[in-house]
């Protein structure tokens, strides 16, 4: 590998998500190099400088990419629910009221169940559009933005045309300013 620039370039073309986020304006660009340089710096053999990376990153153009997960996202709708809380139980009760989700583990159920008056759990659901529906990508997408904000989150569910975000209710506004960031706010093609 000859140097830093290069070793930066095959990792983002190689990397769908730090393409597609580069083109739209939505990365954020000190975030990207933290996650890459360990990757940049085993493959030129040397320490390099953060800001170096970022430097190089900003003047990045991606090539032209199929960039279908902003575009379903671009028209999904998003709204959050308040006072979840994660209950656990040997048996499962279909009739319960409040239940929003079942699982089974290895040792009975765990419920999410809303409003609960302990509940620190918050629920936020992106609705995607119908055509959305065998889509592949978009919650692997959505996870990886999260994250590029330095976000994490509980538990991420893909039902059909539903992607269901579960954090803790003090992590709640900083994710939905971001996906709200990326579902409606208008990014030019570059």
Known sequence: MKGVNDATDLIIENNPMYS????????????????????????????????TLVKYITSITPSERDDYQINYLKKANLDVEFKFAEKEGKKFDPEQEDVFLVYKTLDGFKFLVRNDPAGNLACIRITLPKEAKKAPGITLFVVEFLSMQQISIEKIYRFDLEIIIVVAVDVASKVIASLSDLIFKSYPKV
């Open 20 to 51: 597609l986020m580069i083109k739209s304006g939505i990365v954020n660009y000190t975030s990207l190099a933290r996650k890459i340089k360990g990757q940049v710096e085993s493959m030129i053999g040397r320490e390099v400088k953060l800001n």
